[in-house]
């Protein structure tokens, strides 16, 4: 039953819209010529489409539904700088050099991000608060331990330092994690209210957005691009494909590169700040050490708990991914078990076969995607240096450029060894501890 610890009138909308609504959006006319076509509105999109305005080119936002219909307005707003591979795994892969170097490009994106959020004047009620990785497992602890000291000593980064069991309730009231490490960039913030003030800018800059036009085809003309809509077709010199989870078959080359996962996420009712604090002392954002995470944090407003993860092995209703995140929340909190869900949602990340963010040009399309489950800060920054690309301003280069954008055979953008792939990563969390 759905009842019990749901509220009633629970949502199945993101706790986030209650503040940010939707937008409504009027319907424009698609112009027969621009000089960029980006397809997608979420950060991505917006980000690559405000650098090229800004820069003076015509451009034009096709998004399939109402702007910010994808992650950009569901994510759990959580801005940090993490990789998916950490330093370790990208030398083992790549070489000392290029792991330094996309270790330096995502701290720069931190960076740059929050410099942005500054010189625009976002109010997305980001709050500086860092975050806390709590170890799954005693080894995962010492590995956690043992990178601080490789990432200071060979990249010249301080992440930050580790608790031990003993004191994990100063930064968190649980004793499910064999300590954890703090990291202290980072914070949290409002993913929509973010979203929405982005927006804001981007129409501000004269960026058209034809909205509910999802392209159907993009097909080459000579030196450009036609791109076509269920509502008409733009010619354009260049095109940006910014879909992340969503890509669609209208770019099938880069939709066979993405595996798209279902990630949900529930807020609880208000416990109220005294509360949330007792849980939380120092407001952090909080992550974990398993192969299928979960992520969580106080509310911006620090009176209630936003809980997300993969709630099963394939995609369920919201009502169920409801109650399984609510029983995964009250394991790290068993003191929540009467505490009720107000709403419960879901939206799709992208990952890259090696767990990679991506940007570039295939075909001469340009793209920023694989955002791996972290894409508040990233999509911004990489959105930014597709546009930079696109002018063809050597400041588009990124760390990752390099990187081998890849698929595996018959791979059509449909993941159906996700629930296999997931069984495996979760038997080896089980053996981890
Ligand atoms: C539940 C959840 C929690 C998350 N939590 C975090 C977090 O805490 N921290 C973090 O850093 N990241 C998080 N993420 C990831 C983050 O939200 C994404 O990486 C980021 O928002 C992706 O931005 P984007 O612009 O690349 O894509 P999206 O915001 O997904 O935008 C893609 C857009 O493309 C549009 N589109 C699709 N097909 C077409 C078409 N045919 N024509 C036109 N438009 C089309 C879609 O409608 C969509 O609006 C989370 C994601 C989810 C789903």
């Known amino acids: 039953m759905a009842g019990d610890i749901f509220v009633d009138g629970w949502k199945a909308t993101p706790y986030w819209w209650d503040l940010a609504p939707r937008p409504e959006w009027p319907e424009i006319s698609i112009p027969d010529q621009v000089d960029v076509a980006i397809v997608g509105s979420g950060y991505a999109g917006m980000s690559c489409a405000l650098h090229l305005a800004r820069a003076g080119r015509n451009v034009l936002i096709l998004e399939a539904k109402e702007p910010g219909h994808g992650a950009s307005s569901r994510s759990g707003g959580m801005a940090g700088s993490g990789l998916k591979l950490s330093y370790t795994d990208l030398k083992a892969k790549y070489g000392r050099q290029a792991a330094v170097d996309m270790i330096h490009e995502t701290e720069r994106s931190l960076e740059f991000f929050e410099e942005f959020l500054a010189g625009e004047q976002i109010q997305c009620q980001y709050q500086k608060v860092g975050r806390f990785i709590g170890a799954h497992a005693p080894s995962d602890y010492e590995a956690m331990a043992r990178r601080i000291e490789e990432v200071k000593a060979e990249v010249g980064i301080d992440t930050g330092y580790m608790i031990p069991r003993s004191e994990q309730h100063s930064e968190i009231k649980t004793d499910v994690y064999h300590g954890g490490q703090v990291r202290l960039a980072g914070g949290g913030l409002h993913p929509a209210v973010y979203h929405q003030e982005f927006l804001e800018r981007v129409k501000a800059a004269g960026v058209p957005i034809a909205a509910y036009s999802p392209v159907t085809g993009i097909s080459r003309e000579g030196s450009s691009f036609s791109v076509t809509t269920t509502r008409g077709t733009v010619k354009a010199k260049h095109v940006a494909v910014?879909?992340?989870?969503?890509?669609?078959?209208?770019?099938?080359?880069?939709?066979?590169?993405?595996?798209?996962?279902?990630?949900?996420?529930?807020?609880?009712?208000?416990?109220?700040?005294?509360?949330?604090?007792?849980?939380?002392?120092?407001?952090?954002?909080?992550?974990?050490?398993?192969?299928?995470?979960?992520?969580?944090?106080?509310?911006?407003?620090?009176?209630?708990?936003?809980?997300?993860?993969?709630?099963?092995?394939?995609?369920?209703?919201?009502?169920?991914?409801?109650?399984?995140?609510?029983?995964?929340?009250?394991?790290?909190?068993?003191?929540?078990?009467?505490?009720?869900?107000?709403?419960?949602?879901?939206?799709?990340?992208?990952?890259?076969?090696?767990?990679?963010?991506?940007?570039?040009?295939?075909?001469?399309?340009?793209?920023?995607?694989?955002?791996?489950?972290?894409?508040?800060?990233?999509?911004?920054?990489?959105?930014?240096?597709?546009?930079?690309?696109?002018?063809?301003?050597?400041?588009?280069?990124?760390?990752?450029?390099?990187?081998?954008?890849?698929?595996?055979?018959?791979?059509?953008?449909?993941?159906?060894?996700?629930?296999?792939?997931?069984?495996?990563?979760?038997?080896?969390?089980?053996?981890?501890?």
């Open 242 to 433: 910014m879909t992340n989870g969503y890509t669609p078959a209208a770019a099938q080359d880069l939709r066979r590169r993405l595996v798209p996962v279902g990630s949900y996420i529930i807020a609880t009712e208000d416990l109220g700040e005294e509360r949330i604090t007792e849980l939380f002392p120092n407001h952090r954002m909080i992550a974990d050490t398993k192969n299928i995470l979960y992520y969580y944090r106080p509310s911006p407003d620090r009176k209630r708990v936003i809980f997300g993860g993969r709630a099963k092995t394939r995609d369920v209703e919201t009502a169920e991914s409801g109650r399984i995140l609510h029983q995964f929340m009250c394991g790290i909190f068993p003191e929540l078990q009467d505490v009720k869900v107000t709403h419960s949602w879901t939206g799709n990340v992208a990952f890259a076969f090696d767990k990679l963010p991506h940007t570039g040009e295939r075909h001469g399309i340009h793209y920023a995607l694989a955002c791996n489950g972290s894409g508040v800060v990233k999509q911004t920054y990489l959105g930014m240096k597709a546009a930079l690309k696109i002018m063809g301003d050597p400041e588009g280069k990124t760390a990752f450029d390099q990187l081998e954008f890849t698929t595996i055979p018959f791979y059509d953008g449909n993941p159906w060894f996700l629930p296999i792939v997931q069984r495996w990563y979760q038997w080896q969390d089980a053996r981890a501890r």
